[in-house]
């Protein structure tokens, strides 16, 4: 079965350091999205992509946070520099163009960022 | 803004025993999907429900939507530990290419089943 394949799945940096996640969708899957959940919290939408285009970054700190996605398949999402607040968990999910009105998002592994 | 509350947040309940995890959304959307999230581990979805009166059920767990009172339950039918975990909803809107926003969550409600 498919799945959206994410790494590292652990990153433990220094405060001020530059961190960078990757993320690989479900081959076929347009919309790909970075999500935020902070321990104890629901997921927060960072920034969503329709192929090589972003969708919405209006919740991505632009100070620091960066995303790409080049060529309409992977993506990165960097942070430049980290804060002791950035640590959390940055999920990746992605999702196909339906046909039965269900944007329904298959979600990856997870990176664990903890700063120190 | 879109927002999405549950209720409770925080539940123990005895195996065996029935209760209801309550969804409720700000504004009109006609897809609301359930996830299920271990410690530590990331979502699996449950449930997608697309339209209003949809009710879905797999195993000890049922969904249901009204979208007229902007309402989702999810129904936890005689309990197992199994079930322990924490479960979100999340709502999307249609955005004007075409596609869905991004999921909004709920702050999910943390379960916990004591034999």
């Known amino acids: 079965e498919a799945e959206v394949a994410q790494s590292p799945r652990y990153k433990i940096t220094e405060k001020s350091q530059a961190v960078a996640f990757w993320c690989d969708p479900i081959s076929g899957h347009a919309t790909l999205y970075w999500y935020r959940q902070i321990l104890g919290q629901g997921p927060e939408l960072l920034v969503q992509?329709?192929?090589?285009?972003?969708?919405?970054d209006s919740q991505l700190p632009k100070d620091r946070f960066s995303a790409e996605r080049l060529k309409g398949v992977d993506s990165t999402l960097k942070i430049q520099p980290a804060e002791l607040g950035d640590s959390a968990m940055y999920l990746c999910?992605?999702?196909?163009?339906?046909?039965?009105?269900?944007?329904?998002?298959?979600f990856g592994p997870g990176t664990r960022l903890t700063v120190t | 803004e879109l927002k999405v509350e549950q209720n409770p947040l925080f539940l123990s309940m005895q195996e065996g025993k029935n209760y209801t995890i309550y969804c409720n959304y700000s504004?009109?959307?006609?897809?609301l999907y359930w996830y299920r999230q271990d410690p530590g581990k990331s979502l699996e979805s449950l449930f997608v429900l697309l339209s209003n009166g949809a009710v879905k059920q797999e195993g000890r767990l049922m969904a249901s939507l009204d979208t007229k009172a902007r309402l989702s339950t999810l129904h936890i039918t005689a309990a197992v530990h199994d079930l322990s975990a924490t479960y979100f909803c999340a709502v999307d809107m249609m955005y004007s290419g075409g596609g869905a926003d991004g999921l909004t969550f709920g702050k999910g409600t943390h379960l916990i089943i004591q034999p």
């Open positions: 504004t009109t959307s006609d897809r």
């Open positions: 999910a992605s999702s196909l163009v339906p046909t039965s009105g269900s944007y329904e998002q298959y």
């Open positions: 992509f329709q192929d090589e285009s972003v969708v919405d």
